[in-house]
């Protein structure tokens, strides 16, 4: 699976559109990059996944350039409760079974008011 | 989407006793399910993985008579920590997946805390 690199922490206010980037330079043919979010003493929730280009959902976008060794996770008009922890995974999960996925250190984010 | 759900939230027991924590898939048949244990402020870290019917496959470092996991059922797996101690206090978490509309994509339950005093 590839490795990620994510910031650790980040700051934001609220209605700010927050933007996480998170490098994956030996992302192989067949990943998918997917990002989940964490709220303390919860388990993780998928957020958005997506192979080239720009994915778009109710709740956030995710923007990947051509050489795909990078993504940003864009939050729009972020409030308190976008606080949490967001994790970047890539990895195959295809056809020949279902691996698991591997967390990286996630990347913190505080919104405050 | 789907729901996975884990029991109990929350297990306080002493040094010594075993806990059996289980891991639901609600409204879809989980082939495959993932046990996950996480620090304070640190990431998840896969413990193991479970396979319907079959021995569950455990990451490097993880005992597996320590963590025995059955998977019985294509909505059951359980996690039993065998003779717990303080060190194994930690946040334990499963995740499934069994579909196949989206790669990738797992769902988690919603966590189970264990302290062991």
């Known amino acids: 699976l590839a490795k990620t690199t994510q910031p650790i922490s980040m700051d934001s206010y609220e209605g700010q559109e927050v933007n996480i980037t998170c490098s994956h330079n030996?992302?192989?043919?067949?990943?998918?990059i997917t990002w989940y979010q964490q709220f303390p003493s919860q388990g993780p929730r998928f957020i958005i996944q997506g192979y080239k280009t720009k994915v778009t959902n109710e709740v956030a976008s995710l923007f990947i350039p051509a050489d795909r060794k990078s993504s940003t996770l864009s939050l729009p008009r972020v409030s308190l409760s976008d606080t949490a922890v967001y994790y970047c995974l890539v990895g195959d999960w295809g056809d020949t079974g279902r691996r698991a996925l591997t967390f990286g250190s996630g990347t913190r984010l505080q919104v405050q008011p | 989407g789907a729901v996975v759900s884990q029991h109990p939230s929350r297990v306080i027991c002493k040094s010594g006793t075993s806990v059996k924590i289980e891991c639901r898939s609600l409204d879809f048949q989980a082939t495959t399910m993932f046990w996950y244990r996480q620090f304070p402020k640190q990431s998840l870290m896969l413990m193991a993985t479970s396979n319907e019917g079959s021995k569950a496959t455990y990451e490097q470092g993880v005992e597996k008579d320590k963590f025995l996991i059955n998977h019985a059922s294509l909505t059951l797996s359980t996690l039993t920590v065998t003779s717990a101690h303080p060190e194994d206090s930690s946040f334990y978490i499963c995740?499934?997946?069994?579909?196949?509309?989206?790669?990738?994509?797992?769902?988690f339950g919603e966590g189970s805390r264990l302290t062991v005093l």
């Open positions: 030996n992302i192989a043919t067949n990943d998918y």
């Open positions: 995740s499934a997946t069994g579909q196949r509309e989206r790669a990738g994509e797992l769902f």
